[in-house]
């Protein structure tokens, strides 16, 4: 399936290529460092009308704001969640 989103969009997936090999890099030399892959976020913004049906065909959920801050505290925290944390971090609500 192609991803089919708005044309400004376009340009994320090149900066976060960078920023996860920024990560990656740090990480490697024992320094501190994340990217974070984040998931449409509930409440309008960027993902609102029929981006968020299209996401939700492909299986991809919306984060709830209190959900987003409390991934976001862990991540800064360096708490481990559901999964260990790595240099590249997704939070999205996946139903496959």
Do not use: K, Y
């Not at 994320?12 to 920023?19: D, K, R, S, T, Y």
Request: net charge positive; glycine share 18%.
């Amino acid at each position: 399936m192609t991803w089919r989103g708005d044309i400004h969009l376009a340009l994320h997936p090149g900066a976060n290529a960078v920023l996860d090999a920024w990560a990656a890099r740090r990480a490697a030399a024992g320094a501190s460092g994340s990217s974070v892959q984040w998931g449409a976020w509930g409440g309008g913004g960027m993902a609102a009308d029929g981006v968020l049906s299209r996401l939700t065909h492909m299986g991809m959920g919306v984060l709830a704001p209190e959900e987003g801050l409390r991934a976001l505290g862990a991540i800064m925290s360096g708490r481990p969640g559901p999964a260990a944390l790595g240099p590249v971090t997704t939070v999205n609500p996946f139903h496959w």
